[in-house]
């Protein structure tokens, strides 16, 4: 069986991006495949984090894994930190990593802002991130567009470690999804939808109640035409709504068009937030079942113990392989 691993930072706001992106991948796939999925708390710590809300989050974050449908009989759910290899091969890939090649990391650009005084955390993240996915012999890594040039970087650190040393690393494939990967922010269809951003209205929380999300969704940007018509180019706002109500409908974009031939924006978004609604609902009654459960904190300290169990063959062999330790 084929092992996959991804993981989530525990920032809070996971929303709709992130499920139709990624999460809804990591459902899929635990039938076939030996799946293991981690809250990235030590990547959340790249910007400063309040230690209490932090906690808090990670739990959030675990809960809705499992609310989605990651079934802890299938897959191992943990937290990154109850791990200590990942900061151990974290630094190992540092010392072969080059500076050159983070410095054109976009993410990186995207939230240093050129200061001084960004944390170097922000700088070594993408290091961090292929030390989760190589530490577990891992050969596909489901995540959103976004990360592409995250797994490209990690896939080169392990072939450069690979082609100097013995064989230490699985070379990993990303799997990115055609509809989902890259879901937009409502209020401005330019940029992806973001945990991060200001506006809650930009975006549609997991745990969002039917009336913010009727209300984000009522709001989205669209354009004047006034035509459902599915064009990212010229229509980016109609067109990330169609996406959404394409995939969570299971409707495809062209019967999409036939259907609102004649027909207004008003009519098609009272629509999708029908079916947002819909969607999402199973997703919060779960949720608030397991959240405060004992079974949620056992379920991740088992997961823990299990890729604890996985790690340390792979470190056993980096160090072997580096020549450190006894
Ligand atoms: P931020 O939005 O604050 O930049 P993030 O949501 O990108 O944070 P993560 O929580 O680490 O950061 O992302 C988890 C997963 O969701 C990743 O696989 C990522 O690629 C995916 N993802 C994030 N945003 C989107 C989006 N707008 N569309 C599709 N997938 C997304
Ligand atoms: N950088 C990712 C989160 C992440 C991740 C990983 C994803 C950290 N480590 C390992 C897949 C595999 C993001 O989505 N921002």
């Given at each position: 069986?084929?092992?996959?691993?991804?993981?989530?930072?525990?920032?809070?706001?996971?929303?709709?991006?992130?499920?139709?992106?990624?999460?809804?991948?990591?459902?899929?796939?635990?039938?076939?495949?030996?799946?293991?999925?981690?809250?990235?708390?030590?990547?959340?710590?790249?910007?400063?984090?309040?230690?209490?809300?932090?906690?808090?989050?990670?739990?959030?974050?675990?809960?809705?894994?499992?609310?989605?449908?990651?079934?802890?009989?299938?897959?191992?759910?943990?937290?990154?930190?109850?791990?200590?290899?990942?900061?151990?091969?974290?630094?190992?890939?540092?010392?072969?990593?080059?500076?050159?090649?983070?410095?054109?990391?976009?993410?990186?650009?995207?939230?240093?802002h050129n200061k001084e005084s960004a944390p170097t955390g922000l700088f070594t993240y993408p290091v961090l991130m292929a030390a989760d996915i190589l530490l577990y012999a891992t050969d596909i890594v489901p995540v959103g567009n976004d990360q592409k040039q995250h797994i490209e970087l990690c896939r080169d650190i392990a072939n450069r470690i690979n082609n100097t040393r013995k064989k230490t690393f699985v070379v990993p494939d990303g799997r990115f999804l055609k509809e989902g990967a890259r879901i937009m922010a409502l209020d401005d269809p330019t940029q992806k939808m973001s945990k991060s951003a200001e506006n809650i209205h930009s975006r549609i929380s997991l745990l969002d109640d039917p009336a913010k999300i009727k209300k984000s969704i009522m709001k989205a940007t669209t354009d004047s035409e006034g035509v459902i018509r599915f064009d990212v180019e010229n229509k980016p706002g109609i067109s990330n709504l169609m996406n959404i109500y394409s995939v969570l409908a299971g409707v495809p974009l062209e019967q999409i068009e036939k259907d609102y031939e004649g027909k207004g924006y008003g009519d098609f978004k009272k629509d999708l937030v029908e079916i947002v609604v819909n969607a999402l609902a199973p997703i919060r009654e779960r949720y608030e079942e397991i959240r405060h459960s004992d079974e949620l904190i056992e379920i991740l300290k088992d997961g823990a113990v299990r890729a604890n169990a996985i790690s340390e063959k792979t470190m056993a062999r980096v160090k072997k392989n580096f020549g450190l330790g006894l």
């Open positions: 069986m084929k092992r996959v691993f991804s993981g989530v930072q525990p920032t809070g706001n996971i929303h709709l991006g992130n499920y139709l992106g990624a999460l809804r991948q990591f459902v899929e796939l635990q039938d076939d495949h030996e799946c293991i999925y981690c809250i990235v708390d030590m990547h959340a710590i790249t910007v400063p984090q309040d230690p209490k809300v932090l906690k808090e989050h990670i739990l959030d974050v675990a809960a809705l894994y499992l609310a989605v449908g990651v079934d802890p009989k299938k897959s191992i759910v943990f937290v990154q930190s109850d791990v200590p290899g990942h900061a151990e091969l974290s630094w190992v890939l540092t010392c072969n990593s080059y500076t050159g090649e983070l410095s054109r990391m976009t993410q990186f650009k995207a939230k240093s």
